[in-house]
Nanobody, 123 residues
Framework: VQLQASGGGLVQAGGPLRLSCAAS????????MGWFRQAPGKGREFIAA????????RYADSVKGRFTISKDNAKNTMYLQMNSLKPEDTAVYYC?????????????????WGHGTLVTVSS
C-alpha cells in the first residue's frame, strides 16, 4: 500500500489544522493506521492510531483531547484533526499502516510509511 500525507502548513498557536493521508494499492486489507511525528532533533513519536473499521482509536497523552483521528474507507483516506495547536506540535507528520493490525504505539510495528507533511505552529 502507498500512503500520501498532506495538509501541513503554518498555523498560529491555538488554531486548527487537518491532515489527510490517502492510501492507494492494496487498500482492501484490514490495516491499522496511525499518525506519527518527528520534531527537529528528536525521534519519531506516536500520535494516534485507528482500527480498520474506525471503531477503535488510541492517542498519545500529549495530544489527547486536542487531536482526533478518523478515516473514510470509501475514500481510502485517514484524517488527523488537530485543534488547540501549540508550538511544541511543530514537526513533520507521517502516516503509516500496520499490515498485522497490532494497534501498536511503536514505530517498528508499522510496515508502510508515507512521506511526511510539515506542520509549523507559530507562537
Amino acid at each position: 500500500v502507498q500512503l500520501q500525507a498532506s495538509g501541513g502548513g503554518l498555523v498560529q498557536a491555538g488554531g486548527p489544522l487537518r491532515l489527510s493521508c490517502a492510501a492507494s494499492g492494496r487498500t482492501d486489507r484490514a490495516y491499522v493506521m496511525g499518525w506519527f511525528r518527528q520534531a527537529p532533533g528528536k525521534g519519531r513519536e506516536f500520535i494516534a492510531a485507528i482500527s480498520w473499521n474506525g471503531s477503535s482509536t488510541r492517542y498519545a497523552d500529549s495530544v489527547k483531547g486536542r487531536f482526533t483521528i478518523s478515516k473514510d474507507n470509501a475514500k481510502n483516506t485517514m484524517y488527523l484533526q488537530m485543534n488547540s495547536l501549540k508550538p511544541e506540535d511543530t514537526a513533520v507528520y507521517y502516516c503509516a499502516a500496520d499490515r498485522h493490525s497490532r494497534f501498536s504505539l511503536l514505530v517498528a510495528s508499522y510496515d508502510y510509511w508515507g512521506h511526511g507533511t510539515l506542520v509549523t505552529v507559530s507562537s
